[in-house]
């Protein structure tokens, strides 16, 4: 009996003995685990280059020698030489409102000085030594001058002074003849001549050889300086003393 007792007894202590002799290495259970192998790294992506357009310059290895220059043929020679320019008279503008005519002449009856018509639409008027008082006759000639210009509004008036003096004095002369100018103007003015159709010139001095000293000239002619057509000479009118 007590032998079979010590049977069991070791057989109930051989398990818990072998139990107890098991033991479980952790070590090795994590040297089991698989740990996940890393992900392969991607490469970036490579850019696409931009399309490049195609040149056109010539590569090194096919230079070509520049192009000789076209030598162009020289213009031909005019026949020759070019006509002289022409110059068109200015237009004439009648003023809206014409200026205020200047005060009339006063006309001595004794003053020095003759009317005389010379070819080519001139009238000449003389006067007395240093004066430029006007006397009935040398009036009367120009106001015809006036209705001649009148009648052709086309026409321009040029009147030109001279004057006796020296060298010694050129200013006296030159205000004598400016009031002789002056005079004539008034007298065209009055009778109805507008002043933009009036040309007055003072020269002063004036050569013994080209006629009467103290005398002033006055011309009708068209725009451009053409003549006007002329009229038959008369004799010198009488000096009104």
């Known amino acids: 009996m007590l032998k079979m007792f010590r049977c069991l007894l070791a057989f109930a202590v051989l398990p818990a003995a072998a139990l107890a002799q098991v033991t479980t290495d952790t070590h090795a259970l994590d040297a089991l685990k698989t740990t996940p192998a890393p992900a392969p790294a991607t490469a970036p992506r490579a850019k696409p280059k931009p399309a490049t357009r195609p040149s056109h310059r010539t590569p090194a290895h096919k230079t070509t020698a520049p192009a000789a220059p076209v030598k162009k043929p020289p213009p031909p020679l005019p026949p020759g030489p070019p006509a002289n320019p022409v110059i068109a008279p200015p237009p ?14 006063p006309v001595k009856p004794d003053a020095p000085g003759a009317a005389q018509a010379l070819p080519g639409q001139l009238e000449r ?31 321009l008036v040029t009147i030109t002074a001279w004057a006796a003096g020296n060298n010694d004095d050129p200013s006296t002369p030159r205000r004598i003849s400016l009031d002789r100018a002056l005079a004539a103007r008034a007298v065209l003015i009055n009778a109805g001549v507008i ?10 001095f004036a050569d013994p050889g080209a006629g ?28 009104s003393r």
């Open 92 to 105: 004439f503008v009648m003023p809206a409102h014409p200026p205020p005519p200047p005060p009339p002449v």
């Open 125 to 155: 008027i003389t006067f007395g030594p240093g004066s430029s008082d006007l006397n009935p006759a040398t009036a009367e000639a120009i106001r015809q001058i006036a209705a001649t210009a009148i009648a052709h509004p086309e026409l």
């Open 195 to 204: 002043s933009e159709r009036i040309h007055a010139v003072a020269k002063g």
């Open 212 to 239: 009467p000293i103290d005398r002033v000239d006055i011309a009708i002619s068209a725009p451009g300086g053409t003549p006007a057509p002329a009229k038959p000479a008369s004799s010198p009118a009488p000096a």
